[in-house]
């Protein structure tokens, strides 16, 4: 007797699938802790190539002045230098004039702070609110028992304490004043000396760069290279203009309420303002305390709250936007995830930073297929497109939110191009579901009335119209001279109105038949007064062998008409276009709304005029 071999039944995901994962997780663990453990050199080399991008242009013109290499980089690197220095040392002397002037404003703070504390103490509500408390905590922790206890106790003797004077040695008060200052000195010492040596060799590190990352597809990272260059440096040239002029405007905004050393609070909002989402906060902090001091009163307070509360949102709002556009490459999810996570790296530096590293690793990711996940993530390309997002609304029977959506699209293009381009090819996601076994029947007919709700709410969407010379009778709607014939598939009919409705908005009257009005038992039944021309319509024929007899039929029962035949799916694939022209045997065959109506109206523009035909 013949033993039966049995395979086990595969249980769960492959060992392989789970192997790549977690070598997966392993290599992005060893990632994130280098880019942690390495922040001593990986942090000043990133603010040099961000520093770097930002004087690119720069060298670039000198460059073109045929000053050599070396030359521009240095008139660049040392202008960088001048101008930090000049921000460092006119800061530090407006600091140290307003710390002269700060004992002269105590008496200002000193009675705004009595009367908010002293009308808080003798409220009412907080009186009693006080004596609740204390009455709670007095039986809870039996107060007047420790009261007796601590008077009990014997007096503790005072501990006498002597003034001795020590010497400190000059290096010991050096390290001591200057040991802070080293730390920020040596980042910027080492971040300008990056800054030079990527000047430098920019052309020599981009070529190491395409050698190390894609020597095998080299058209390929130097176009993810110089997109990425382009967006950061059009970031930082833009995100530089709109700051220095939204510090030149708080500037001049604090200079006319009346705060002092307004030129520096302007300076700080405009730098702290690289700084994302804290930036704005932490520099008005300054000026409103500023502006407590200074004014008797509270009506600089509240100047300099609506100074910073409309300038910032007129920025954020409505000037970044605009100026901004899609350059920055992130969804607004993106810079906030990006703020923590860099912010946890690398701490202050890392929230400078997290936008533009954030938006360089989106656009490789565009270019790098292992990484097309950071892209979908963090950038603001929309996650679906606009025909799986139709999709998906059809799916929910929520035609108001396709037309919304449809209405975005339409703003930049006809309503013949969101029928073809989108509506159509939703349609062909839905076939694809429904070949694969997926769709079930209530969802078929739930995309069937969601395109029906879907024309009826762009009804008032006019198109292109070309059917000014068109004849009489093509135009009449109750005769319908194009008779759209529907497939076999649940969703043949859906393309089909999609089909009517377009040629009504060309003027031309078109009516929809099922497939069963077309059968071999109905179809002597089916009318065919005033119709001119026919077109069956087929979003997956499969085999051809359907539409070969329907359209024989219509031959038959309508000697004489033309007959087209549209199969939407099968759009660029011409080996299969020119086999459907021969398998179908009608007169024409297209893959497209838009060149289906071309025909149409062409065949409309050739019908004799009948006052023409009567001569």
Not at 65 to 82: R, T
Not at 440 to 469: C, T
Not at 590 to 608: C, D, K, N, S, W
Request: proline share 5%; net charge neutral; aromatic share 6%.
């Amino acid at each position: 007797m013949a033993e039966l071999k049995t395979q086990p039944l595969p249980v769960g995901p492959s060992t392989d699938s789970l192997t790549r994962k977690f070598m997966l997780a392993v290599i992005a663990a060893v990632v994130v802790s280098g880019i942690y453990f390495g922040r001593p050199v990986l942090m000043p080399l990133a603010l040099a190539v961000l520093m770097s991008f930002a004087l690119a242009p720069l060298v670039g013109l000198l460059k073109r002045w045929h000053l050599g290499n070396v030359l521009p980089v240095l008139i660049s690197v040392m202008l960088a230098i001048v101008v930090l220095t000049s921000l460092g040392t006119f800061m530090g002397s407006q600091l140290a004039k307003l710390a002269a002037e700060l004992p002269g404003y105590q008496t200002n703070l000193s009675n705004k702070i009595q009367s908010v504390v002293g009308g808080a103490v003798n409220s009412n509500t907080v009186v009693r609110l006080n004596r609740t408390v204390e009455n709670l905590a007095e039986q809870i922790t039996g107060g007047s028992r420790a009261e007796e206890a601590l008077t009990s106790t014997d007096t503790v003797k005072p501990i006498p304490v002597i003034i001795r004077r020590t010497s400190v040695a000059p290096w010991s008060m050096a390290q001591t004043v200057l040991g802070p200052l080293l730390a920020p000195l040596g980042l910027i010492v080492l971040v300008l000396v990056f800054v030079g040596f990527i000047l430098l060799q920019r052309d020599d590190l981009r070529d190491r760069i395409v050698r190390l990352a894609g020597s095998r597809d080299m058209q390929r990272t130097t176009i993810a290279l110089d997109e990425a260059g382009t967006r950061l440096s059009r970031y930082l040239l833009l995100q530089t203009c709109t700051n220095v002029c939204f510090g030149l405007v708080i500037g001049v905004g604090l200079w006319m309420i009346g705060i002092p050393n307004a030129g520096l609070w302007g300076l700080m909002s405009g730098l702290m303002r690289f700084v994302p989402y804290v930036g704005v906060p932490l520099a008005f902090l300054f000026p409103f305390t500023l502006a407590l001091a200074v004014d008797p009163g509270w009506s600089m307070m509240f100047q300099t709250m609506l100074l910073y509360l409309v300038v910032d949102a007129i920025t954020g709002q409505g000037v970044e936007p605009f100026l901004y556009g899609r350059s920055m490459g992130l969804s607004a999810v993106a810079v906030v995830v990006a703020a923590v996570f860099w912010t946890w790296l690398w701490g202050p530096v890392g929230l400078l930073l997290s936008t533009p590293l954030t938006m360089c690793f989106v656009v490789f990711s565009r270019h790098v297929e292992s990484l097309k996940f950071l892209d979908v993530m963090l950038g603001d390309r929309p996650a679906l497109s606009a025909e799986e997002s139709l999709y998906l609304r059809m799916l929910a029977n929520d035609p108001d939110e396709a037309a919304d959506e449809a209405e975005a699209f339409l703003k930049h293009n006809s309503l013949s191009a969101y029928y073809d381009e989108v509506a159509a090819r939703a349609l062909m996601l839905a076939q694809a579901d429904v070949d694969r076994g997926v769709l079930d029947p209530m969802r078929q007919e739930r995309i069937h009335d969601a395109i029906k709700g879907l024309i009826v709410n762009l009804s008032d969407r006019k198109d292109d119209h070309a059917g000014s010379d068109l004849a009489p009778d093509w135009r009449d709607p109750d005769l319908a001279p194009v008779l759209c014939v529907a497939g076999r598939g649940p969703l043949d009919e859906a393309a089909a109105l999609l089909l009517v409705d377009m040629l009504g908005k060309h003027g031309v009257g078109a009516r929809v038949v099922s497939s069963d009005e077309t059968s071999a038992t109905n179809i002597a039944e089916l009318s065919g007064d005033g119709v001119k021309l026919t077109c069956v319509s087929y979003l997956e024929p499969g085999t051809f062998k359907n539409a070969r007899y329907q359209v024989r039929r219509l031959r038959k029962h309508m000697p004489g008409v033309p007959v087209i035949a549209i199969f939407w799916g099968l759009a660029g694939d011409n080996s299969r276009y020119l086999d459907g022209i021969e398998a179908t045997e009608s007169d024409i065959v297209t893959t497209g709304l838009t060149e289906t109506v071309q025909h149409i109206l062409a065949f409309a523009r050739r019908a004799p005029h009948p006052k023409l035909a009567a001569k």
